[in-house]
């Protein structure tokens, strides 16, 4: 199904005739029985404000179920809040990586990506941007791993940061989107500023640490929250 049809399928669930949930969502009348498959971000917007139980997630891309996990309940009451505000920030699918690489700086390419709806803190700063987790070298096991499938919610961290000592007080797992590696997941183990480079680290055991010159990274993008799908 595409994201038009999921839509449709959301409204039968709900009991609702179309018309009626087009007159609620305040779209334009036989929008959800047009061939575009679809949905643009501004009425996926519309949804959120008023169907707290809808997994935009699942509506987007497909993945997870149609009502929402408890991490989507943050997307319904961020509105309430004085302290927190919503951003649509591009995801990623595993099958769009390479182009996504190939088109870092292409605005209209990263318009047309889907998008998915992320809680953020007013006075956070940067871009945000969604990956689907694609391999198994964050699994070690535990309830900590990223598995494939997972949703990855970064932020960009700004290029003259990376410019000084990248200090954590505990690990933390990082998005590199390498110019010869492709995008890959980390945690950052260490930081030689004098050499440019970095040591990373592998959850899973069978993944060796190695180094990366920072000049060969595209974008570096802290792993703020993981959604999990749960089928």
Not at 184 to 190: E, N
Request: hydrophobic share 35%.
């Amino acid at each position: 199904m595409n994201a038009k049809e999921r839509l449709r399928k959301f409204v039968e669930y709900k009991g609702m005739g179309r018309n009626r949930f087009e007159e609620i969502v305040g779209i334009s009348s036989g929008y959800l029985s047009t061939k575009s498959p679809s949905v643009g971000s501004e009425i996926i917007e519309r949804i959120v404000h008023i169907y707290h139980d809808l997994n935009i997630e699942w509506l987007v891309t497909g993945h997870g179920k149609m009502i929402k996990t408890p991490y989507w309940n943050e997307i319904g009451t961020a509105i309430e809040s004085n302290y927190r505000k919503l951003v649509y920030a591009p995801l990623i699918s595993r099958y769009a990586q390479a182009e996504y690489i190939s088109r870092l700086d292409d605005k209209l390419y990263i318009d047309t990506l889907p998008t998915l709806p992320v809680v953020v803190e007013h006075e956070s700063k940067g871009n945000y941007v969604c990956f689907e987790m694609w391999d198994d070298s964050m699994n070690d096991g535990s309830d900590n791993s990223y598995n494939p499938g997972d949703i990855l919610i970064c932020r960009e961290i700004d290029s003259t940061i990376r410019q000084r000592k990248l200090y954590f007080n505990k690990p933390k797992s990082f998005v590199i989107v390498h110019a010869g590696k492709g995008i890959i997941v980390k945690q950052i183990t260490a930081h030689d500023i004098e050499k440019d480079i970095i040591t990373v680290h592998s959850s899973n055991p069978l993944c060796e640490d190695h180094t990366i010159c920072l000049q060969d990274v595209k974008k570096l993008l802290n792993i703020i929250k993981l959604q999990r799908i749960v089928e």
